[in-house]
């Protein structure tokens, strides 16, 4: 039973690496063994559990859907296996950790809690960085990154740490010259503040009469950053859609005014904790997650309340 227990492990290993990895090669590099060893160990796999779980072309590795189910459970149970070895080890958290998180969150939420997590843990460096672009974190050697709103299909692995209400919103001296839009059409006559990522959207949903819309927004400005979308709506440069936890305190403070509330759809900006799977997770990185976690869990503009 142990020699079955060891080969399983094994083999979920290599299949966990040939996914992060994205080939059969790459991989074989990475774990120091022949690719044809790594084809033999993922074909032993497959006929032990009758199905097969990769599809491999010339261009590309995909996996299968019962692929996609082993991969979620082989990162659990590799996660498991490496926890109880840390434990066994005293899981000491020595090293350098680096992160990389957006630029709002990370001045309000992150920088402050680094000098408690510090004190804990003071055989530990920690190297933040703070960016609103998407990282890469393998190409960076970045160990863990917060990210906002809906994640794209990777091999990373996430751990929401909250969620916040988006809000539309401008100053009082922008409305003053340009009046309040009354109606989510107004705002095509309106300089909307947007983003200039890959993923930022070309319009904004609101909910009018039961049924979801998407209104397309256009402006003179646009920014890679939440704190500037900040400092240009303060300005009076114009109407933006941005996490309501950016600007609770300006809104609370009349420095800015929400807008078409009636119509606000409640959607939310979810807030992860992400890093490479495929491997044991290294004991600082689940320290410093698991201290975000807590640390956050009382922050009441990161449960979606209005």
């Known amino acids: ?30 774990l120091d063994i022949t690719p044809s060893a790594v084809s ?31 991969h979620h459970a082989a990162l659990r149970i590799l996660q498991e296996l490496n926890d109880a070895d840390q434990e066994a080890a005293g899981g000491a958290v020595r090293g350098r950790l680096r992160v990389n998180t957006t630029i709002p969150f990370g001045t309000m939420f992150v920088a402050p809690a680094i000098p408690e997590f510090i004190a804990r843990n003071p055989d530990l460096i920690v190297d933040l960085s703070f960016t609103d672009g998407m990282v890469d974190l393998v190409a960076e050697k970045t160990d863990v990154a917060i990210r906002m709103g809906n994640l794209p299909d990777s091999g990373l692995i996430a751990r929401k740490l909250g969620q916040s209400r988006r ?67 303060l300005a009076g440069a114009g109407i933006a859609r941005v996490g309501l936890f950016h600007v609770a305190d300006e809104i609370a403070a009349g420095r800015l005014i929400p807008l078409l509330e009636g119509q606000n759809p409640g959607d939310l900006e979810l807030v992860h904790a992400v890093y490479v799977g495929g491997g044991p997770l290294p004991h600082r990185v689940r320290a410093f997650i698991e201290h975000m976690v807590a640390t956050l869990a009382d922050q009441p503009l990161l449960k979606g309340m209005p």
């Open 1 to 30: 039973m142990p020699r079955i227990l060891m080969e399983r492990s094994g083999e979920m290993e290599v299949f966990a690496r040939v996914v992060q990895d994205g080939g059969f090669s790459a991989a074989a590099r990475n």
């Open 40 to 70: 033999k160990l993922i074909a032993r796999l497959e006929t032990r559990l009758g199905t097969r779980l990769l599809v491999r072309t010339t261009r590309a590795l995909t996996l299968t859907e019962e692929g996609e189910a082993y």
């Open 167 to 233: 809000v539309v919103c401008a100053a009082p001296g922008y409305l003053s010259r340009r009046g309040s839009p009354q109606t989510p059409a107004d705002l095509a006559h309106h300089d909307c503040l947007t983003f200039n990522f890959r993923r930022a959207r070309p319009s904004w949903p609101f909910r009018c009469e039961g049924r979801e819309i998407a209104q397309p927004v256009k402006g003179s400005i646009v920014v890679n950053n939440g704190e500037t979308m900040k400092q240009m709506v």
